[in-house]
């Protein structure tokens, strides 16, 4: 049993042998396929890191939504406190926070500047707000855009504007991008898939001889073809790895100016993105798993 | 040991075999000659299954072969040692690598492959040119390369086509010689060749073809 098992590992140890010296006997061209699968996994693994980092960076977008809804200028304290009512009343809403001209106006004057700039004014230049919590099947879009826009509809309301306004554009957009990312890794994916089986197919024609003769001797399909699934494996784990490291220093230098960008903001973003050995663990996975299949694909027909 | 029973070879339509019945013994030694294209390679082919007969059966150590999954045709040919006339070496790798090949086939252990490796050049009379690239060897070093991977495995039949087809009568005589060495071990060896002469001082059964049929030495 376990000699037996030991003679299968021998023969596997083999073949893998065998595989890194014809690797490394064409320096070039193994450089050349190493590369080449390095980038073309490389590609899709940074828009999707990324991609993936955005998310990550991103404020947690589970502080509650509000809407502030700002009533017409001048509107009249007992007119205020019906709108409020009013509100209130309307479907989605949970709570409200009337706060008057007088009150908004009393708040500005403790900031300094402003209260300066404010005694330019003769007459109190604020409106009246109603500060709103939506309910929960309200508190994200659409249904948040939907109150909004009820609010804003209302008579005497002035514009209703919600708090994370900017975050639902960025959410579209990196929904957007997630979509677009997607479809190009599963087209790089494709290409590694080809490339390997073009690859593998080639080497089968220039080995014809060499499987042709090991088939006379008495070997088995698994053994003719093992060769070719460890030069696969080890195309896709180079490349793998080298994509790995690629993808994990462009995206350290890219979440710097996505940080900078995104704290334009107004934010601080203090979460970090996806630890760099987990990169290369993925995109070593990743060309591994597509190699194989490509050497699958290209042995499948294979019969000798 | 070997038996064909009215076996029918067809190549697009020009008949290679025309039910030909024939056996060879256990142990026994026999020469298939006949012109070029008289089928003595498609017969040698059939046994070791490269080729599968049209109608007939072809029965090696008791067993129907023409009948075998193709995924049973590996552990056949493990149990026939094949030399070919253009001796098929690989030249990407050493004498020894080639001699090892039907053991790193069949799976043997490092320590006694080294072994039978060199046993096997030690009897075709190459014992250290292991390290040597077969292409550095000489045409009758070569098809004896040959020899040595088709034994080294220790087969029950060994199969020979047109194996001293480029080599001159001195190193052909040699060659024959190996062949009838081997057989005097016990292994049933069947040896195409088209050299009446060299065949004729052997003394074996001789079975000759003549256009796909049996023209004499069947029984």
Redesign the interface.
């Known amino acids: 049993m376990f ?1 037996t098992l ?3 590992l ?2 596997h140890q ?1 073949a893998l042998a065998g595989t890194l010296a014809r690797l490394a006997k064409a320096p070039l061209a193994s450089a050349l396929t190493l590369s080449l699968i390095a980038v073309a996994l490389a590609l899709p693994a940074i828009a999707l890191s990324v991609l993936h980092n955005t998310g990550a960076l991103l404020p947690d977008h589970s502080s509650p939504a509000r809407i502030s809804v700002y009533l017409k200028p001048q509107t009249a304290a007992a007119e205020v406190r019906r709108l409020g009512e009013e509100i209130a009343a309307t479907e989605g809403v949970a709570q409200v926070a009337v706060i008057s001209a007088e009150e908004s106006l009393r708040a500005f004057r403790e900031q300094r500047d402003i209260g300066d700039m404010l005694a330019l004014f003769e007459s109190n230049p604020l409106p009246a707000v109603v500060e709103v919590t939506p309910d929960a099947q309200h508190d994200r879009a659409p249904g948040l855009n939907l109150l909004s826009a009820r609010l804003h509809n209302l008579n005497g309301v002035d514009r209703a504007e919600t708090n994370i306004a900017w975050l639902q554009r960025l959410d579209a957009i990196i929904a957007l991008a997630r979509t677009a990312v997607h479809l190009l890794a599963a087209l790089f994916a494709a290409v590694v898939l080809l490339v390997i089986a073009a690859i593998i197919r080639s080497e089968t024609e220039s080995r014809r ?2 499987m042709e ?9 698994a ?1 003719i073809k093992r060769p070719f699934f460890y030069t696969a494996l080890c195309y896709g784990l180079g490349g793998g790895l080298l994509a790995g490291l690629t993808t994990a220093l462009a995206t350290a230098i890219i979440d710097d100016h996505l940080r900078q960008l995104l704290s334009l903001y107004g934010s601080d973003f203090a979460r970090d993105g996806m630890f760099w050995p987990r990169i290369v663990l993925y995109t070593t996975g990743a060309g591994a798993a597509l190699c194989v299949a490509g050497a699958w694909l290209s042995l499948r027909k294979e019969k000798l | 040991m070997i038996q064909l029973h009215k076996v029918v070879k067809r190549f697009r339509g020009e008949t290679a075999l025309a039910e030909i019945n024939l056996e060879i013994g256990d142990g026994e030694m026999a020469f298939i000659t006949g012109h070029s294209g008289a089928g003595k390679s498609t017969l040698l082919r059939l046994i ?1 299954a ?1 080729e599968r007969p049209d109608f007939g059966q072809v029965f090696v150590n008791g067993r129907d072969i023409t009948r075998l999954a193709r ?1 049973q045709i ?5 149990r ?1 040692g ?1 030399v ?1 006339q253009n001796h ?1 070496l ?1 030249f ?1 790798r050493p004498v020894f690598d080639n001699v090892a ?2 053991l ?7 320590v006694e492959a080294g072994k039978r490796v060199r046993a096997a050049l030690d009897k075709v009379g190459l014992l250290g040119k292991e390290a040597l690239n077969p292409a550095s060897l000489s045409a009758g070093q070569q098809q004896r390369v040959g020899i040595a ?1 088709a034994i080294v495995n220790r087969p029950l039949i060994l199969l020979a086509d047109e194996p001293t087809g480029n080599l001159d009568p001195e190193l052909s005589r040699e060659i024959m010689n190996l062949f009838s060495e081997f057989n005097r071990a016990g292994t049933t060896t069947l040896v195409a060749s088209h050299d009446l002469a060299l065949i004729g001082v052997l003394g074996h059964r001789v079975v000759t073809l003549h256009e796909g049929r049996l023209a004499g030495g069947a029984e």
């Open positions: 000699a030991r003679l299968y021998d023969s083999m001889d060499e003769i090991l088939a006379l001797l008495g070997a088995g399909d053994f | 070791a490269i995924a590996p552990y056949l040919r493990r026939i094949f070919f098929r690989l990407d090949l039907p790193r086939i069949g799976g043997a252990g490092r991977r």
